[in-house]
């Protein structure tokens, strides 16, 4: 799609996620948690596809949206795809077209309507293998795909690097969970940080296994 273009879309979604993005700094590393990614089944300028609208965290409480519901509107193309996650955003004109009618399927993975931001940021996240991402977690409202600004050399911040990280924030005892190789990030001079178990066992360490 040609960016910043305004696309009408539509369809059936197939589930939605938290939309963050993650900067890191050798071994510190910041969220921004800007809202939620509708995943849909459908139609987007014409041609049918499947493909991820970002909207704000004010129009998932006004909606409710979960997998299931046929929804529509428009949005744009973003101009770097590389530092977006959503294949369409600045997502306007929404409408629930019609509510799912069936309950969700018992879990994994998790259908229903995704909670608030806040409840994101508290939970804490654990690595979440990429490919386990793509075959069982892509529509669970506990998976998120993070687009990832590494700065290399912290007294030069404008050299950055971009890579695509994948998380957990659902329940420890999940069967389809699977963490993956330890991730690196770069440093200045080449040197390299290896996030090791530990970071993710300290940041869900306020829940138990079923939490």
């Not at 929404?94 to 799912?100: G, I, S, T, V, W």
């Not at 939970?123 to 998976?143: E, K, P, V």
Request: proline letters at 8%; a positive charge.
């Amino acid at each position: 799609m040609i960016a910043n273009v305004k696309v009408s879309w539509s369809g059936i979604l197939a589930g939605v996620q938290p939309r963050i993005d993650l900067t890191r700094s050798f071994d510190q590393r910041y969220h921004n948690y800007l809202g939620y990614l509708l995943i849909v089944d459908g139609e987007a300028g014409g041609e049918p596809r499947t493909f991820t609208v970002r909207i704000g965290p004010a129009a998932q409480a006004r909606h409710g949206f979960r997998a299931g519901d046929r929804v529509a509107g428009v949005a744009h193309a973003p101009a770097d795809a590389d530092a977006e996650a959503a294949d369409l955003y600045k997502a306007s004109a929404l409408k629930l077209l019609e509510r799912a009618q069936s309950t969700p399927p018992a879990p994994p993975p998790w259908l229903g309507v995704p909670p608030a931001l806040e409840v994101y940021r508290e939970r804490g996240h654990r690595r979440l293998d990429a490919h386990t991402y793509d075959a069982s977690c892509r529509t669970c409202q506990w998976g998120c795909r993070m687009a990832v600004a590494m700065i290399v050399d912290q007294w030069n911040p404008s050299v950055v690097r971009r890579r695509w990280e994948t998380f957990c924030y659902g329940p420890k005892s999940c069967p389809l969970h699977r963490a993956g190789p330890l991730r690196k990030v770069p440093g200045r001079k080449g040197m390299s940080y290896t996030e090791e178990d530990w970071v993710d066992e300290e940041a869900t360490a306020g829940r138990g296994a079923d939490e």
